[in-house]
């Protein structure tokens, strides 16, 4: 909470300096705005590369049975489900772009029009090509995301494969170290965000007519929000009809969970309530509930995976990329592996996101004013991704009957 009120004033802070008009401040602003773009530039492929890897490496090598195979199932078409139906809503409520002074930032406007030259230039055929490496280290130095999510979707069921030995553990453990590091500067530039938001804020406010900001994101976070509601309350619900499953009973009896994650806004902190929930109230047998739900509290982010599509394409589309039909594929592609290998993460799929649009140069600025409204939507895709758990279970549960 203290957190939130924090960051709600590092905003409101930035919007007041930053209406000022003073061309000093201004400038100071916008150095601070790209120092921290620079940073999160510097942090993001370490965080997707490893959060990928490890996830795949830690739970591929559980999946030897019936069990896994089931869950990993449910837990890709309800992931490819939630990002479709935000690629849906998205393109049909076209959230329209902020004003192009607004990602006036050191270095973000050239860094567009490259991609976006770039984007236009490749056929769908070459971009396809170009995403296979062919030099390990020419992804990580380009940032090249969907290579680097080949590269380490690959080397984590690579690890899962191997037998286990001392090699593979201290393989594994040096990754898990890593990690850890990363994660360790991860926390320290978040203790920093306040900063950062208010040079975001007072970027912005500067530039940008607050009418048009509020009709641009008032559309994205109704897609956000829509997309989060639709899946609760109608896809979700079907695959558990398909399955011949009563979505009302399974609701009912989850209820606890749901509503804990919605306040907690952490599925780990409500892992023993949805367990229990599980076991005594759905009568799910045990062995699955145990087995199931640990792993889809790790790897199974319905809301994640929305919020990262619909955010990317919004980032996208302000920093001047055609929306075509091939990159929102591609994007929603991104979107669920990204959100399978979110796991651990500090500030969840948010920081993913923004670590994604800094690796190709997207205007982040833009995340500044989304981040205290990330608090809200934290809470209702947290309840979705809890929701997806007990409904990936269930299914399991019924189909190993």
């Known amino acids: 909470m203290k957190k939130t009120v924090l960051w709600i ?21 916008n150095f601070v705005a790209t120092v921290y773009t620079r940073l999160f530039q510097l942090l993001a492929v370490p965080t997707i590369v490893l959060a990928v890897i490890t996830t795949f490496a830690t739970f591929g090598s559980k999946g030897s ?3 896994f195979t089931r869950t990993l199932l449910y837990t890709l078409l309800t992931t490819f489900a939630a990002a479709i139906i935000g690629a849906v809503l998205y393109t049909i409520v076209a959230p329209g772009n902020l004003p192009a002074e607004a990602l006036s930032a050191e270095g973000v406007q050239e860094e567009n029009v490259q991609l976006t030259t770039l984007n236009t230039q490749l056929s769908y055929y070459d971009h396809i090509l170009s995403v296979v490496p062919n030099n390990i280290v020419k992804p990580f130095l380009e940032g090249n995301v969907l290579s680097l999510l080949l590269i380490a979707f690959a080397v984590g069921i690579g690890l899962s494969k191997l ?17 850890d590091l990363v994660f360790l500067l991860i926390r320290g530039l978040i203790w920093t965000l306040p900063l950062g938001i208010l040079a975001f804020s007072a970027q912005l406010a500067a530039q940008v007519s607050a009418g048009v900001v509020a009709d641009s994101i008032g ?18 619900p079907l695959f558990l009809l398909i399955r011949g499953l009563n979505p009302i009973h399974i609701l009912g ?24 929930s599980a076991e005594q109230r759905a009568g799910i047998r045990k062995e699955i509930a145990r087995f199931v739900l640990p792993i889809c509290t790790t790897i199974n982010m319905n809301g994640c995976a929305a919020f990262i599509l619909i955010t990317s394409l919004f980032v996208m589309q302000n920093g001047g990329t055609p929306l075509t039909l091939s990159t929102i594929l591609l994007w929603i592609l991104i979107s669920v592996v990204s959100a399978v290998g979110n796991a651990g993460v500090p500030m969840g799929c948010f920081f993913l996101t923004l670590s994604l649009m800094s690796g190709i140069g997207a205007p982040i600025a833009i995340l500044g004013i ?3 409204i ?8 947290t309840a979705e991704n809890v929701w997806s758990d007990s ?3 269930a299914m399991v549960n019924h189909d190993l009957a």
């Open 9 to 29: 004033g590092a905003l409101v802070v930035g919007a007041v300096l930053g209406v000022l008009g003073l061309d000093w401040l201004n400038q100071l602003m």
């Open 65 to 67: 049975g019936k069990v």
């Open 163 to 179: 037998p286990d030995s001392e090699n593979k553990k201290v393989v594994v453990r040096g990754l898990l170290g890593l990690q």
């Open 219 to 236: 559309k994205y976070v109704l897609v956000v929000l829509g997309g989060n509601v639709i899946q609760f309350f109608i896809i979700l």
């Open 253 to 276: 009896r989850m209820m606890p969970a749901v509503l804990m994650a919605l306040f907690t806004k952490s599925s780990a902190a409500t892992l023993p309530v949805t367990m229990e």
């Open 370 to 372: 989304i981040l205290p």
């Open 374 to 381: 990330y608090t809200i939507i934290d809470m209702v895709e």
């Open 391 to 393: 409904c990936v279970c």
